[in-house]
């Protein structure tokens, strides 16, 4: 099931639409600060300070390494240039531990943005759990999250959600809703 829709123009959509993730258009983006890791050095990211750069992308995977969440961060990773000179910031999130996610930012993501460790805190806070456990490379159980894109604007305010299980138009949109956001940005 897929929902995609941008601020207002998809608020009438939102209670329609499939609930693959609570968080609608207009809602405030709950803040987090979490380890995560680029080209393979782990740091801590915090979303109110991302947000002082410009609009956030935020975008939930299931699991490292999986074919379809590889192929989403390399095309986001190709994508980076253009999100770059819209003025947004990438950081990818799942559920999968930081050292997991070093390993994966440097080699799936070619360390052009962050990947960060969404503890249940922030799962729970973007309502993006799928409600089951995998075991991942490392042999431990954990959540996996559903394949959600956000865009947040510098208010912390979510101004487009696109919630689809296929990676193939998490980026396309994503990068159309930050435009869109930058040419009525005041």
Same mark, same amino acid.
């Given at each position: 099931m897929k929902r995609a829709f $941008?601020?207002? =123009?998809? /608020? !009438?959509? @939102? =209670? !329609?639409? $499939? !609930? /693959? *993730?609570? /968080? =609608? $258009? #207009? @809602?405030?983006a709950p803040d987090f600060t979490t380890r995560g890791a680029t080209a393979g050095r782990i740091s801590t990211v915090n979303l109110k300070a991302a947000l002082k750069k410009g609009p956030v992308v935020l975008y939930f995977f299931p699991a490292a390494f999986t074919p #379809?969440?590889?192929?989403? !961060?390399r095309a986001f990773a190709e994508a980076i240039p253009e999100f770059t000179k819209a003025g947004a910031t990438v950081i990818g999130m799942s559920a999968d531990p930081v050292d997991i996610l070093a390993d994966f930012s440097a080699k799936d993501c070619a360390g052009k943005f962050m990947v960060a460790s969404a503890g249940p805190a922030v799962v729970n806070g973007y309502d993006v759990s799928l409600g089951r456990t995998v075991t991942g490379p490392d042999g431990q *159980?954990? *959540?996996?999250t559903a394949r959600t894109s956000y865009v947040i604007t510098p208010a912390g305010i979510i101004y487009y959600v696109h919630s689809d299980m296929s990676y193939a138009d998490h980026v396309r949109n994503t990068l159309d809703a930050v435009k869109r956001y930058r040419a009525t940005a005041p």
């Open positions: $941008p601020l207002f =123009a998809g /608020l !009438a959509m @939102a =209670a !329609a639409a $499939p !609930a /693959l *993730a609570s /968080l =609608a $258009p #207009g @809602a405030k #379809g969440c590889s192929a989403e !961060a *159980a954990r *959540a996996i």
